[in-house]
């Protein structure tokens, strides 16, 4: 076989990186059940049909196909890769309804799989990490405002692994599609895809658009530019959008909603969020507040954090389920960090103690301090082979484990232990059954790269 | 959209399953990490020349394609989703190994694919949690004996959590190979197939095939299923072997491996472990000892936990990764205790303390008191609505939340607080900054079903 080369879009780390993300994950995973979300997987595949009714990345989903189908078995044709975890909880949701109790709570962290152009922050395989909460036939408003607070505390708790800090941005369709429809425009989904293009585009291009492709007014053109400008961290961002004028019930009801959200955050997490009325997020199926998130200084990666409000995607019938939720771009998070190495593991192992091998006559020795010392939570690995104690410690030294164990025998065969720390080279007499290394060398540490 | 129905062999858990599921990877985690072994995660997908030539699935791969695919854009044609761990590790040594330290110690615990026809412990999507040992030209035996020490230390772990004890059956291709060499065949892997079909065919059909397919004479059949019936849970499996004649220096070397594992199991862990000789492994990558394990009164689910010794696998011109590594079927394990319910989680939330909300307007007093107790890492969420407490109390009840907590205010407006445990009814005063539930239900546990 010929030396492998990685795949572009699909990152895989390397094993200081790993512990790196670990840790990310279980500081996600903590805080989301400190909130009460309970864990949830979804199977990996969807039906094709519901995947490619939900959005604008068709053409990115990936088909599976067994390589010898069996024609008597089609239970696993017409089977794609989810591309965001999302669309898999409302079809979850749906089908174990009478199993589940609502309002249900729930995080899920796992990979999807997206076939795009692959850039950084941009990969064909990558890890979200959601919580959403979704209600049988209502949902009550004040999860809109829960959940910036449980991302903000999930990720405040990253911000001493070397996470910078986030700033959310807030909308919410209802004043969107309000405003836009005061204006008299009728395909508000048609102004709200030009606003979503502002940033990519700019105001001039989004103007020229709006009159070419919709028949807008020149004055309605600037309206919607001067609205699309409105950014506020408090309350007054009512006013900034009543001042423009234009009155429409659904408008009224949004800025209410909105004014929550942002007056929320500001008690309880003060400059973490922002409403902009720029924000229209790509996909469809959201009916209320929309979130995206920039990680500060590094606004060129895009989202990092992104969901809203929806109403109508878990439905069946007359059975409901409105949700909303928050999905944490965990990949693309993690790959700036490494790419700019902000951070980084304190070792590559989770080993702390190398117990070194005097000759392959006395591994047994070795096998039982190291049987001693796990017994007591201290992660222990023994020294694959019994070369030169010098080539044993190079061995620990070269992953970052901080202690070496020589086990010994005075001139009577009792038992003489002796344990080195080997970056102050200190080694001092040591009983297996009793000795512990300091708590902070117990597990690798995220340190400053 | 119509309400969905489940895929037959993409088995997805309820909320309380996927606790006791966490638990699991939990306490595998743990137990690999306390004995030097580091965490890493490959790409869902192989090219799917690695995937076909390396065993018997071939045509269970589930091959990828891009609903639109890009003819600019190839660089994730010809994938295929892998569908064990194995495989995708070796080709992330070989492609990475400037960047690690060897012998490398890893588990890895992640989703694989088959596309299998479902039943019971066989499933299309399913997570497997592998360790293995890789060294860079060579790999020391001891590693051999290891392996399942790890793994009887990680299940052992999981006998409080309801799982049923295991045996591991182990044999090492060198015996097999050399003993029916030293009774004259040639077609030494046709004659392991064979043997490989006896708990399927019985010793009369495998005895026959032996005649029929290979050649063998009617005492060379004999010996093959004399030899295939040997079992001991000591070294005494090299006598009973000898005691059968043939010689071979193969035989010889693995005989003397085949004791080391299996007397270093009986010290370490009495009765987990027997030599059993007529295990031998599918897969055609195995080249020393091979393990298989059955859970004790459910033989029927076939091997939870199986693996070998590869010395070929990974490899690359005259650079050779040799390894040894376990794969523990966590879902065929977890499909068995819930289809039998053997156990089941305390509460299907991680919530310990729902706040009662007296009145919407009064919530910002509920998420207050939430607030206060989150910080002492009491899992805590807040009432979905201000209904009368009665209906409060049952929201709580019908997830398992152990108590409810009823903000108030005395005559002077200052605070009130009392806690209900709703399992005995009994009520008291307590201070949201310094009251702590028993150590017992501050997560959900996993208790008899």
């Known amino acids: 076989m010929s030396r492998?080369?990685?795949?572009?879009?699909?990152?895989?780390?390397?094993?200081?990186?790993?512990?790196?993300?670990?840790?990310?994950?279980?500081?996600?995973?903590?805080?989301?059940?400190?909130?009460?979300?309970?864990?949830?997987?979804?199977?990996?595949?969807?039906?094709?049909?519901q995947l490619l009714r939900k959005g604008e990345i068709d053409k990115e989903v990936y088909v599976l196909r067994r390589l010898?189908?069996?024609?008597?078995?089609?239970?696993?044709?017409?089977?794609?890769?989810?591309?965001?975890?999302?669309?898999?909880?409302?079809?979850?949701?749906?089908?174990?309804?009478?199993?589940?109790?609502?309002?249900?709570?729930?995080?899920?962290?796992?990979?999807?799989?997206?076939?795009?152009?692959?850039?950084?922050?941009?990969?064909?395989?990558?890890?979200?990490?959601?919580?959403?909460?979704?209600?049988?036939?209502?949902?009550?408003?004040?999860?809109?405002?829960?959940?910036p607070l449980v991302v903000f505390d999930a990720l405040s708790g990253l911000l001493d692994v070397g996470l910078p800090p986030v700033k959310m941005h807030v909308n919410n369709r209802k004043v969107s599609q309000g405003f836009f429809r005061s204006l008299g425009f009728e395909d508000l989904a048609g102004v709200l895809r030009l606003v979503d293009k502002l940033d990519k585009i700019g105001p001039a291009r989004v103007c020229e658009a709006l009159v070419a492709e919709l028949g807008a007014t020149d004055a309605q053109a600037k309206a919607v530019l001067e609205f699309a400008s409105i950014t506020a961290e408090d309350g007054s961002v009512a006013d900034r959008v009543r001042a423009l004028g234009g009155s429409d019930p659904l408008l009224d009801e949004g800025l209410e909603e909105l004014v929550r959200v942002v007056e929320a955050?500001?008690?309880?997490?003060?400059?973490?969020?922002?409403?902009?009325?720029?924000?229209?997020?790509?996909?469809?199926?959201?009916?209320?507040?929309?979130?995206?998130?920039?990680?500060?200084?590094?606004?060129?990666?895009?989202?990092?954090?992104?969901?809203?409000?929806?109403?109508?995607?878990a439905s069946s019938g007359s059975?409901?389920?409105?949700?909303?939720?928050?999905?944490?771009?965990?990949?693309?998070?993690?790959?700036?960090?490494?790419?700019?190495?902000?951070?980084?593991?304190?070792?590559s192992v989770p080993t702390a103690v190398l117990v070194a091998v005097a000759s392959e006559e006395t591994r047994a020795l070795s096998d039982a301090v190291a049987a001693d010392l796990r017994l007591r939570g201290i992660a222990t690995e023994v020294a694959p082979t019994a070369t030169k104690y010098g080539k044993q410690i190079r061995h620990a030294d070269r992953r970052g484990i901080p202690f070496v164990w020589f086990p010994s025998a005075d001139d009577d065969g009792e038992p003489v232990h002796e344990v080195r720390d080997i970056r102050s080279g200190e080694q001092v007499p040591a009983d297996p059954q009793g000795w512990e290394p300091p708590a902070d060398d117990l597990r690798p540490r995220i340190v400053q790269a």
């Open 4 to 49: 492998p080369t990685p795949l572009s879009g699909f990152p895989e780390w390397l094993p200081a990186e790993r512990i790196v993300e670990q840790q990310v994950l279980d500081r996600l995973r903590h805080t989301f059940e400190l909130w009460g979300y309970s864990s949830l997987e979804t199977r990996a595949v969807e039906p094709m049909d």
């Open 68 to 147: 010898q189908a069996d024609p008597d078995d089609a239970g696993d044709s017409g089977l794609a890769l989810h591309y965001d975890l999302t669309v898999p909880f409302a079809r979850y949701v749906l089908e174990r309804s009478g199993h589940l109790q609502f309002p249900l709570k729930r995080y899920q962290i796992q990979k999807c799989w997206r076939g795009e152009r692959p850039q950084e922050g941009r990969y064909r395989e990558f890890t979200q990490a959601d919580i959403d909460v979704v209600g049988a036939g209502e949902l009550p408003f004040h999860y809109e405002t829960e959940l």
């Open 265 to 313: 955050a500001r008690q309880a997490a003060p400059g973490m969020l922002i409403a902009d009325l720029k924000i229209a997020r790509g996909l469809d199926y959201y009916t209320g507040t929309v979130y995206e998130t920039s990680l500060v200084g590094h606004e060129d990666l895009g989202s990092v954090c992104s969901g809203g409000r929806y109403d109508n995607l």
């Open 319 to 347: 059975d409901v389920y409105p949700g909303v939720g928050i999905s944490v771009g965990v990949t693309r998070l993690l790959s700036r960090v490494f790419s700019q190495k902000l951070v980084t593991a304190s070792r």
